[in-house]
Structures are given as structure tokens and as C-alpha cells.
């Protein structure tokens, strides 16, 4: 049945490679905006000068077709096209393009007049073939070309001059080049003319039948096409050479002529719509040797970008997109309503710099990665994994890695979305070697200064949603978190973003916020400096701690109360209120396990364990909730340190309040307070222990089950402690080896006598080591000493003191120091043993002895014998 098929589009073949394959991408990206429900589409570069018409061939002039398939035509089992027969694929060809669109038929303004373009027309014929293509060929003068053999004479073209052949030769040159009998079945052998008909080898395969009295029109075109090329190539050495990419790249994708794309995988295409760099209008692209430069990197990373009906199901995700405005170079007052996914998801106009295609790649990712796992029926976790990850190390290998791309504001805002997206991931160390080189770039470009420096001269658009200043307060932000977090020192220790005049024009959170990040910066140099004294340490921190009091006091109130995290706003408060917390916590922490005679450290015990509960609560609040915000795996590391520091701080309590005395005890009543907390700080982190047990179900969640095994092991010792096991909990600055990981733990059982050590690192604070004791007690002498110390293999456990007979205690007047004399009738000072205060009761017959900070092995408890 004969079918008929009327040019869309036609366009001129560009004699240049490069030209050629641009226009075939923009056709691809325009023929699927033409038809939505496009499955497949396949692009040609038609060189050789042939067209099939009414089964027979005719000159025709380079230029390009799209044949494009769809559910209506896949029901058909083939369809004609201008080039024979395509099965399953409706075929167009390309009449003009544009940076954005096709030129329509009837409009002939906005294109380059050299552009010539062919007039509508209705090719006929019976079903053919597809004709397979020649090699590349250019166009022939009309004044050389042969005749072809045909049926009709319009169909022929002028003939050429003939040459003189062989008496009796008769085949034609493509069955002389096949060394193949050239035969006929429709004229009789003896009426065999040249310009009479096609050979049954010609006609079988579709090819122009041409008479040896003729020249070869494929040899000349050969040869037309080696010279050719040798040009293309000698220029494209040229450009590459000073663009720094090698010519052989450059030609292997212009050697690229046909392109077909599909994938049945999930019922989903993988087709990419891809940009036209060459012929956009940008100016950016405007110079050649910036389009040569970035021309592929533009279409790499376009390539990566999901295909329409994929972003219709990722647009049709019921999210919000708050944290884009929230690491966006736009303080949050001056956009108040977040932008949608529709909105803030598609790619930038064809020609743009490839920093800008990036950004679009990194934001596309970061939605991705927040979208709950209810919202991806239609679309799949494993493919939305599998597009959230190849747009991420697509936008990193291409851009956010290559310093000379990076270098603007539009590059810095890239590499902060990266380090964001590490860290939501739980990557600390990638998150703050992005967010490190961010903030080198932008310490280039002066961006604390307030000076606007970019390389996208041409958009214009984001010059004016650009605030440097908020966007350096974002990297130091990020930096300063990532480092108290990882134990690493801040990358600048600039503080312009939270001058009196910067906060002026900023709302109480913000300016709550920037305070914050100064906080910060101050408790990574204090605990930086190691020539701090005692004095010096508790000044800086008390300095700190009045500044974070200030930032409190800019918010209300109520904003203090526990949200109920079941709206956007309630969980951003939900976030500041544990950063606040956090930092609490980070900045008394080193004070939880000092000497606990001194009164002077009971301030930041009390607030380190109070932080750590609020906190804790929070975090616990939040991961509650039914939040569509994305989770933060960052959030996980805070969780950790509060539910360790008031693990720690239980443990160090049952050590402290455990004594015979009672209330006669003066020892380390800062923490005595727990007893009566212990029970709902131990179902807080109870619970924060299931919610990580839940997270690491299946095994997939690295971070969730080492966490959940550090507090297992917490909360056992805690409940062995609380059962009146003795515990000693101290901390050192030693750390693990840098191959560790951020947070780890050793434990091993010594001697096999169930004595356990528990060895926790915490950044900054250096490692708790949490050890059992044994309690040794005679009818004279309580001794508590570390299990296997060396005072215990001295003899002293051996041969227990016996009292009166060892030691007798003197208590001199009261500006005295009471004494102790032993049997040989010497004396010794308390102060020279070791301890530092007495406590003489007033019932008679009991001493408590505190242990000084010259001696913090042992602890005494004496007792006098009837």
C-alpha cells in the first residue's frame, strides 16, 4: 500500500562537522517538545546527494531527517519515509533550527539567509527498503553529475559527458566494485541501456545505479571527502591547541552522526535533550574559542539531565524546595516564598555557561535526595538513586572539580550545594573539602568585601539575585560547623558578615544565626590553642558563653517552646533550636570530666548535661515528626555527642554519689542533681538508640549502626553503673589515627576477668576512656582503684592497711593541717600525700578523704575502727 509523508522540516546539511552536529542535537531537543509521547528518536546526517522518489533515486541536496516513534506509529509495522522504508519510526526532516525552537514553514525572518531551505512537498511511492547511506560526499557541480538509470524522465538529472568503455561492458560501478554480475529481469539482455533501468543488485539494495560510461561519483566523492577532511582537521587542531583539549577528542564526537537513544528500563526513556551550542545567540558562545572550550562540557552536562517524561514525574513530587532558598545567594527576607520544583528544576537556555547548567544538575540532585520515599511510587527509588547520583558526579567531574570554571559567584554557589548535599548525605569529609575550596574562590573574588566578581558576564539575571556578603556568611557557616564537627581548624576566621552594620539590615533569626557562626569560630580557636592555662580557658569560655546568651535573647520567648515538626516552619525552628543546643554543648563539654572537687567547673558540667538533654529531645522531636523536609545525616553526628555527654555524665554521677556516707559526701555534687533525671534522660536515649537501630535495619546504613553500637555499649555500662558497678570515666587529647572515621570506638576484655574499657572519640575533646574499677574494701579501708593498676600489683590490695595499727589520724587545730603518723612514729601532711580536703563529721568515727588532682588515681574512704 502506498503511503504518504509530508515534509515537516528541511534544512541545509552545514558543510562544517561541528555545525552539523549541533543542529542535529537542537533537532532532537525540538522533536521532543513537538510530541510528548515520543519513545524513540533517530537523527541522520544525510551527505550522500540521493533521494528515493517513486522507487527511483534523485539528486538531492545534504541535509538532515529526524524519524521519531511513538505509540501511534509503533502500531504500524512500517512507514515510508523520503529515504524508503523505516520500520516503526514516523520520519521527518529538519527545515531550520534555532537556539530554542524550529523555525515554522510559512516564516522565512530569524535565520542566516546562507541557511537555504527547502520548500513543503509530498513524497509518493511504493514501500521501499531503507536505503543504506554512502559515505560522506560532497555536492557535485550539475555540470559533472552522471546519469543515474530511471524509468521516468523526471527523475533524471541532465547527462553528464560520457566516457569511453570496453566494447560488451554493461555493469554498472557499484556491481564492478562488488565484483557481482550486474543482471537485469525487466528488459531483455540485447535492449540494456545505460539510462534505461536499474540493475536487480541496485534496485535490491537502494543504490544509485550508475553506468560505467559515467565517472565513479563514489570515487570522486571519496576523494572530495579525504581533502575535506584534512581541512576540518587541520582547523580543528588549531582551535583545540589553544583551548587545551586534544584534536582526537574533538573528532571522535564530530565523526558522530546518527543518535539513538532508548531505554525500556521502569517504562522510562533515557532520552536527552540536548542543547545547541553552536548556533545559540549567547554571548558567552559569541566568541569561538570560549564555544570551542565549553562546548563539550555544556553538552556533557546536559546529557545527564533526566528525560522529559522523567521530570514530569520528579516535578509532579509533592515538595516544597525550601533549601534552596536557603544556601541560595538571596538572604531569605528577599525571597520570602520558595520557589517550586517546576520553577527551579529545568535547564538553563542552550549556549549557557556551563557553571549555570551545573547549578541546575546540583539543585536537581539535592531535591532529589530530600524527596520522601512515599512521593517516588511512579518514579522508583532506584531510579530516582540513579539519577540523583549520576547528576551529582556529572556536575563534579565537569565543573565544581575544574578550578578555571568555578571561578565566580555562580561557581562558589555550586560548590557550597555540593558540600550541602555531602553532608545531608552524611560525607563529612567531602562536604568540607567542597565547602573548603569554595571558600579559597571566594576569598579570591573578595566576595567579604561585597564585590560582585563573575565570569558569566552574560547573565544578567543572576547578577541581580547575587548578595556576596550573605553568600560568604553561608560558607563560614558551613565551614565552622563542618570543622567543630570533623576536629579540623576554621578556614577563615573573618568575621564581617556579623559587623553592627551587616546585622543592622538582617531579621532576629538571621542575626540570631550570624552570632552563632561567630560563637563558633571562637570555640574552634579556643580549642585550637594549646598554650592556654586553666585561667585563660575558663575566660574565653565564659566570654563565648555571654555572646550565645546575647543570640538567645533576640528570639521570643515562645519560639523557645518544643515545635510540633509537623509543618516546614516548625521544622526549620526545630534545626536552629539544636544548633543552638549543639553549640551549648561543644563549648562546656571539656569541662564535664574535670576535678570534681573544684566548685568552679560546676557552671559548665550542669550546662553541658542540660544542652545535651534539650538537644537530644529535639533531635528526637524531629525524627518523630512527618516532616517533608529533607534529613539532614549531619543531624545524626549531634545526636551522637548529646547522647554520649549525658551517658558519660550518668556514669560519672553513680561513681560520685556511690558512698557509705550518704549525704556526708561533698564529692562532685555538681552531677548529684542525675539521680533524680535518670530515668527520663534514659529513655531519651533509649529512644535515640531505636531510631538509629531503625535506620541501620537491612544493614545499608553505615553511620546509623556504628552509632547505634557505640550507645548499646553507653547504655549497658550506664545500667551496670547504675547497679552499683564502678566505672572511671576520663578524657585525653590523644585521637585515633587520621584513617578513622569521625566517630569510633575500641573496647576489649582484659584478663578475662570482665573488667571492660570503652574508647570514644569526639572531636575537639579527644577520647573519654571509660574503665571498670574494683571496689576493695577491708574493715579499716575502702580503697577504689582501677582494675590491674599499679598500685594494686604493688601489695596494697595484698596487704591491706589495718587501722589504727597502720596509720593514726591527728586532727590539729583548725588553721592546721590534720596529719597522718605512722607506726614508726613519722608524720606526713594530707597536702604531701595527695589529698586535699577533710571532712570531719560530727558523729564520731568517720573521716571522707578527697583524692587532689596530684593524685587522681585513687580515691580514699577511710574509716575508724571501733
Known amino acids: ?184 529481469t525487466t528488459t531483455p539482455s540485447s535492449a540494456r541501456l545505460a539510462t534505461d533501468t536499474i540493475c536487480d543488485a541496485c534496485r535490491r539494495r537502494g543504490t544509485s545505479c550508475i553506468s560505467q560510461e559515467f565517472p565513479d561519483e563514489a570515487l570522486k566523492a571519496a576523494q572530495e571527502v579525504g581533502d575535506r577532511l584534512g581541512r576540518v582537521e587541520a582547523l580543528v587542531e588549531r582551535l583545540t591547541s589553544s583551548a587545551g583539549f586534544t584534536a582526537g577528542g574533538a573528532r571522535e564526537e564530530a565523526a558522530a552522526s546518527t543518535v539513538v537513544v532508548s531505554d525500556g528500563s521502569n517504562g522510562l526513556r533515557n532520552e ?167 571558600i579559597l574562590i571566594a576569598q579570591l573574588l573578595r566576595l567579604s568585601s561585597g564585590v560582585k566578581e563573575t565570569a558569566l558576564d552574560d547573565d544578567a539575571d543572576t547578577h541581580s539575585e547575587i548578595d556576596p556578603v550573605f553568600l560568604w556568611f553561608r560558607l563560614m557557616q558551613m565551614d565552622r560547623y563542618l570543622s567543630l564537627m570533623l576536629g579540623l581548624p576554621p578556614g577563615s576566621l573573618d568575621n564581617s558578615f556579623a559587623t553592627p552594620t551587616a546585622l543592622a539590615t538582617c531579621t532576629p533569626l538571621e542575626r540570631m544565626q550570624r552570632i552563632q557562626c561567630v560563637a ?8 585550637q590553642a594549646d598554650t592556654h592555662t586553666d585561667e585563660q580557658e575558663l575566660k574565653d569560655t565564659n566570654e563565648i558563653d555571654a555572646l550565645l546568651r546575647e543570640a538567645s535573647a533576640l528570639m521570643p520567648p515562645e519560639w523557645w517552646l518544643p515545635p510540633s515538626a509537623d509543618t516546614d516552619k516548625d521544622t526549620t525552628r526545630i534545626m536552629d533550636l539544636l544548633t543552638h543546643h549543639h553549640l551549648v554543648l561543644r563549648l562546656h563539654l571539656p569541662f564535664l570530666l574535670r576535678s570534681p572537687n573544684n566548685s568552679k567547673y560546676d557552671y559548665n558540667k550542669l550546662t553541658a548535661v542540660n544542652a545535651s538533654r534539650e538537644a537530644l529531645s529535639r533531635f528526637v522531636s524531629f525524627r518523630k515528626s512527618k516532616s517533608p523536609l529533607p534529613y539532614c545525616r549531619g543531624i545524626d553526628f549531634l545526636a551522637f555527642i548529646a547522647s554520649a555527654t549525658l551517658c558519660v555524665a550518668h556514669i560519672e554521677a553513680h561513681r560520685h554519689c556511690y558512698n557509705p556516707l550518704g549525704d556526708l559526701s561533698r564529692r562532685n555534687a555538681a552531677l548529684q542533681f542525675l539521680v533524680h533525671q535518670r530515668h527520663a534522660d534514659r529513655a531519651l536515649m533509649e529512644l535515640t538508640l531505636e531510631i538509629m537501630d531503625f535506620m541501620a535495619c537491612g544493614g545499608a546504613d553505615a553511620i546509623a549502626r556504628k552509632i547505634a553500637t557505640i550507645l548499646r555499649r553507653l547504655l549497658g555500662i550506664e545500667a551496670d553503673a547504675a547497679s552499683g558497678a564502678a566505672y572511671r570515666a576520663d578524657s585525653s587529647r590523644d585521637g585515633f589515627s587520621c584513617e578513622e572515621r569521625e566517630f569510633d570506638y575500641y573496647s576489649d576484655l582484659a584478663g578475662g576477668d570482665g573488667t571492660t574499657t570503652l574508647r570514644v572519640h569526639i572531636p575537639h575533646l579527644g577520647t573519654i576512656k571509660i574503665e571498670q574499677v574494683d571496689v576493695c574494701k577491708s574493715p579499716a579501708l575502702d580503697l577504689v582503684l582501677p582494675a590491674n593498676s599499679a598500685e594494686v600489683q604493688s601489695g596494697i590490695q595484698a596487704a591491706p592497711l589495718d587501722w589504727p595499727t597502720a596509720l593514726s589520724l591527728t586532727n590539729a587545730a583548725a588553721d592546721d593541717s590534720p596529719t597522718f603518723t605512722n607506726v614508726d612514729g613519722s608524720q606526713m601532711l594530707l597536702p604531701e600525700m595527695g589529698f586535699d580536703d577533710v571532712v570531719l563529721p560530727d558523729v564520731a568515727g568517720s573521716w571522707i578523704l578527697h583524692v587532689s588532682d596530684k593524685n587522681p588515681e585513687l580515691a580514699y574512704q577511710l574509716q575508724r575502727s571501733a
Open 1 to 184: 500500500m502506498s503511503q504518504e509523508i509530508v515534509y515537516i522540516w528541511k534544512v541545509e546539511r552545514p558543510v562544517k562537522e561541528e555545525e552539523a552536529i549541533a543542529m542535529m542535537r537542537a533537532a532532537y531537543h525540538i522533536a521532543m517538545q513537538t510530541d510528548p509521547k515520543t519513545t524513540q528518536i533517530l537523527i541522520r546526517s544525510h551527505v550522500h546527494c540521493t533521494t528515493m522518489v517513486g522507487g527511483y533515486p534523485k539528486k538531492d541536496d545534504p541535509h538532515l531527517t529526524v524519524s521519531v516513534k511513538t505509540p501511534a506509529t509503533a502500531a504500524h509495522n512500517k512507514h515510508q519515509t523520503s529515504h524508503g522504508y523505516t520500520a516503526h519510526l514516523k520520519s521527518y526532516d529538519v527545515l531550520s533550527v534555532k537556539p530554542n525552537k524550529f523555525k515554522k514553514p510559512d516564516s522565512e525572518q530569524d535565520w542566516p539567509a546562507h541557511m537555504a531551505t527547502k520548500p513543503r512537498e509530498i513524497v509518493r511511492g511504493e514501500p521501499r527498503p531503507l536505503a543504506p547511506q554512502a559515505g560522506p560526499s560532497t555536492q557535485p557541480s550539475k555540470s559533472s553529475r552522471p546519469a543515474k538509470r530511471g524509468g521516468s524522465g523526471d527523475a533524471v538529472e541532465p547527462q553528464a559527458k560520457r566516457r569511453k568503455v570496453r566494447k560488451g561492458t554493461q555493469s554498472c560501478w557499484q556491481c564492478k566494485h562488488r565484483k557481482v554480475r550486474c543482471s537485469f
Open 520 to 527: 563558633a569560630g571562637r570555640i574552634l580557636q579556643r580549642d
Open 272 to 438: 536527552r535533550p540536548q542543547p545547541a551550542p553552536a548556533v545559540a545567540t549567547n554571548k558567552f558562545l559569541a566568541d569561538d574559542d570560549s564555544a570551542v572550550k565549553h562546548r563539550d562540557v555544556s553538552d556533557r552536562l546536559a546529557a545527564a539531565w533526566p528525560s522529559p517524561r522523567e521530570m514530569d514525574l520528579i516535578q509532579a513530587i509533592p515538595a516544597t524546595i525550601p533549601t534552596l532558598t536557603s544556601t541560595s545567594c538571596t538572604p531569605p527576607n528577599l525571597e520570602p516564598h520558595p520557589p517550586s520544583s517546576r520553577d527551579a528544576l529545568h535547564l538553563p537556555s542552550p549556549g549557557s555557561h556551563p557553571v549555570l547548567i551545573a547549578r541546575k544538575l546540583l539543585l536537581l540532585g539535592w531535591f532529589l535526595q530530600g524527596c520522601p520515599t512515599q512521593h517516588l511510587t511512579h518514579l522508583g527509588i532506584d531510579r530516582r538513586d540513579a539519577i540523583m547520583s549520576h547528576a551529582m558526579r556529572t556536575a563534579h567531574d565537569a565543573v565544581t572539580s575544574q578550578d578555571h570554571l568555578v571561578g565566580s559567584v555562580e561557581g562558589v554557589e555550586c560548590l557550597l550545594i555540593e558540600s550541602l548535599y555531602h553532608n545531608h548525605a552524611g560525607d563529612l569529609r567531602r562536604a568540607w573539602l567542597a565547602v573548603r575550596r569554595a
